[in-house]
């Protein structure tokens, strides 16, 4: 009888898969790239897993938060990791399905203080928190004291609104902002899975787009 380890394909296997599917050159790229994805919830969480499945090199994980049952209609999360750490839980729940991602995380609350440290390795940030407060300071902190980095924040993606409002949008050279930039939690019913994740797949393939050097103009 086979077990699970007999059903995990052998790394070769996996990265000739990744090849033939976005071919040898950019493929490299993408498994060179570091990127921290800064919040763990309805958008961090549908970043990472876009960004796993497409064999990106190493994510490092940034959140505070613990699962709650609240969570689960729109990140990616299980029931059976209620009260787990967003971190952990979502470390296991992506090398299911890429079990050759190098992670790092940080349970901690990124601030002004700590940012630069916890960032410093990576080539590319996802802004993905809930707190305006925490996303301005997070952009504006990477845009004028790590400007060789690319960032990639959201703004608006709350309610039932066309998805075709998702847009996103080159602030600056190294800038970029996805979502409809008008919608907010409070307006309405609040965030809706399938909404946040649009916002999220955005954002995930603009951090493509950008190791493809796919410039928007």
Same mark, same amino acid.
């Given at each position: ?94 090398? $299911? ?83 409809? $930039? ?31 050097? $796919?410039?928007?103009?």
């Amino acid at each position: 009888m086979w077990g699970v380890a007999d059903m995990i394909p052998k790394k070769e296997e996996w990265m000739k898969a990744l090849n033939d599917r976005h071919g040898t050159i950019f493929q490299k790229k993408i498994s060179s790239t570091t990127v921290a994805v800064c919040g763990l919830g309805g958008l961090g969480s549908n970043i990472a897993t876009a960004l796993a499945r497409a064999g990106i090199g190493k994510l490092i994980l940034i959140d505070f938060d613990k699962v709650d049952i609240t969570n689960l209609h729109r990140q990616q999360y299980k029931a059976n990791q209620i009260g787990m750490s967003k971190t952990e839980a979502l470390t296991c729940n992506l090398k $299911e399905i890429n079990p050759y991602l190098e992670t790092k995380i940080h349970t901690i609350c990124l601030d002004e203080n700590n940012a630069k440290d916890i960032l410093s390795d990576a080539d590319i940030i996802c802004e993905a928190f809930d707190n305006a407060e925490c996303k301005a300071m997070l952009t504006n902190l990477v845009l004028s004291e790590m400007p060789e980095k690319y960032i990639v924040a959201a703004s608006g993606m709350a309610g039932l609104e066309s998805s075709n409002t998702i847009k996103t949008r080159k602030v600056s050279k190294r800038f970029y902002l996805c979502g409809d $930039e008008v919608s907010d939690v409070s307006d309405g019913i609040g965030l809706v899975s399938s909404r946040v994740m649009l916002c999220a797949a955005h954002q995930a393939h603009t951090v493509l787009r950008i190791i493809a050097e $796919e410039y928007q103009v």
